[in-house]
């Protein structure tokens, strides 16, 4: 289903075409600009609402234009509505790609489409020229898959307070723009959200044990385990859910995981230490975070 | 099926993790620390006389510097009243140091420590 705040802006959209003659760019969606001449389309994001903008002023005749959309690409799978654009006066036409169109919330990466695009005249007939079948896979990078954090945590066997830096390995590539309070599917909240991480902690904060902690590496002790991202923010958590959550909660992580250290040994007479472990819990964010601080968040940039 | 592996990643990690038992120096007994001991409890204090004294660490601390001290006599090797060795002997779960401490013509108790590290233990012995 898709969300109210869409339905919302569909109509606002719907309005505002009507009565006013100029398109307007909903927020926080990504425009994908449409050349009917050139029979193109730029790219697509995954993950993240969008909308199809382009200027009809080169296809003459355009007044009407329907977007469709199918999983795959060739001849297999069923065309599904998209949205049908009509042709301003300033020769611009514009449409939503709504929640729920395929049955997911947004177009999956590393996923095939095919956008069909009919171009019709005033009279309602088709015109070859300015319509196109478009395939398209969202494409992702491999850093789409990591992300980098920062965080403190505590162990609680050497009641340990730590500060760490990690790599998240996730299961699906991760759009940083996607606003996971829109993402309504279970399961794609899940893969999401869960990332396994490894990482290093150069610091140690406080501890109480007998014999000191002790790094394992030059660079710090180890840890790894599993994160999940955003765990106060999303569609499942009443709190926040303005712009003000979304900028704060959703680069925030909850991780539980292994933190592996060193302890001198207690025989003083042996001078190795001892390679210790404990499982911990800590709250990080994301290196993106640093964007949010203006200035001062260049000195977090990695 | 990705949701399955991640649940079995997940449960894997709850089954291996688990707290290591910190280290507690109370909880070390005597025969794993350094220990110090001598071949005679009483010494002539005709400035000839002499004992051997050995410094036993565990096995594990390897091969380390204890440091023997005395507040009578003098040890053999340095001919001073303290001296370094290596604990250089390995037998069963534990590795020796040992030097000879000659007496003086002093008389009483006296003091002998076997230091390494910041371990540390003595023993006594009586010059007559």
């Given at each position: ?13 719907f ?8 398109p307007?760019?909903?927020a ?12 193109t ?9 969008f ?6 002023t ?30 301003r006066g300033?020769?611009q036409?514009?449409?939503?790609f709504?929640h ?30 300015y ?44 759009n ?27 610091i140690?904060?406080?501890?109480d ?12 002790n ?15 958590t ?30 003083s007479?042996?001078?190795a230490?001892?390679?210790?472990h404990?499982?911990?819990v800590?709250?990080?964010y994301?290196?993106?975070?640093a ?12 | ?14 089954l291996?993790?688990?707290c ?11 025969d ?29 601390a ?6 023997f001290s ?5 040890f053999?090797q340095s ?8 604990t ?11 030097v ?5 013509t002093?008389?009483g108790?006296?003091?002998?420590t ?15």
């Amino acid at each position: 289903m898709p969300g109210w705040k869409f339905i919302i802006a569909s109509v606002l959209l719907f309005i505002c075409l009507r009565n006013s003659g100029q398109p307007v760019a909903p927020a926080l969606a990504t425009p994908v600009t449409v050349d009917l001449v050139k029979q193109t389309l730029t790219d697509i994001p995954f993950d993240k609402p969008f909308y199809f903008l382009g200027d009809a002023t080169n296809a003459v005749g355009v007044q009407t234009i329907i977007f469709e959309i199918k999983r795959g690409r060739g001849s297999k799978g069923v065309y599904i509505p998209i949205g049908t654009s009509t042709v301003r006066g300033s020769q611009q036409f514009i449409c939503l790609f709504l929640h729920g169109t395929l049955g997911i919330d947004f177009l999956l990466p590393d996923h095939e489409y095919t956008i069909r695009i009919t171009s019709q005249n005033a009279a309602g007939a088709n015109l070859p020229d300015y319509s196109f079948e478009y395939g398209l896979l969202i494409t992702s990078k491999f850093g789409d898959h990591t992300k980098l954090d920062f965080g403190i945590g505590w162990a609680p066997s050497p009641n340990a307070l730590f500060g760490y830096t990690s790599v998240n390995i996730y299961f699906t590539p991760i759009n940083d723009e996607t606003n996971l309070k829109e993402i309504q599917s279970l399961s794609r909240n899940l893969f999401l959200r869960t990332s396994l991480f490894m990482g290093i902690s150069p610091i140690l904060f406080s501890s109480d044990t007998k014999q000191p902690i002790k790094n394992k590496y030059g660079a710090g002790n180890f840890v790894f385990g599993i994160g999940i991202r955003s765990p106060f923010y999303g569609r499942y958590t009443p709190w926040f859910r303005g712009k003000v959550g979304q900028k704060l909660l959703q680069p925030m992580r909850i991780s539980i995981g292994e933190f592996l250290y060193k302890q001198a040994n207690a025989n003083s007479v042996i001078n190795a230490d001892v390679n210790k472990h404990s499982p911990f819990v800590a709250i990080t964010y994301d290196w993106n975070i640093a964007t949010l601080l203006g200035p001062v968040g260049k000195i977090f940039s990695p | 099926m990705m949701s399955r592996l991640i649940v079995a990643i997940t449960i894997c990690l709850c089954l291996v993790s688990g707290c290591s038992k910190l280290e507690d120096p109370d909880a070390i007994n005597n025969d794993a620390k350094i220990q110090v001991t001598t071949s005679r409890a009483t010494l002539l204090s005709n400035a000839s006389d002499t004992t051997l004294v050995i410094a036993r660490v565990p096995a594990d601390a390897g091969v380390v510097d204890v440091t023997f001290s005395t507040t009578n006599g003098k040890f053999i090797q340095s001919a001073d009243k303290s001296v370094k060795q290596q604990t250089d002997s390995l037998s069963a779960n534990y590795r020796y140091a040992r030097v000879i401490l000659r007496s003086d013509t002093s008389k009483g108790t006296v003091y002998i420590t076997a230091e390494s590290g910041t371990a540390r233990n003595r023993t006594t012995i009586t010059f007559n």
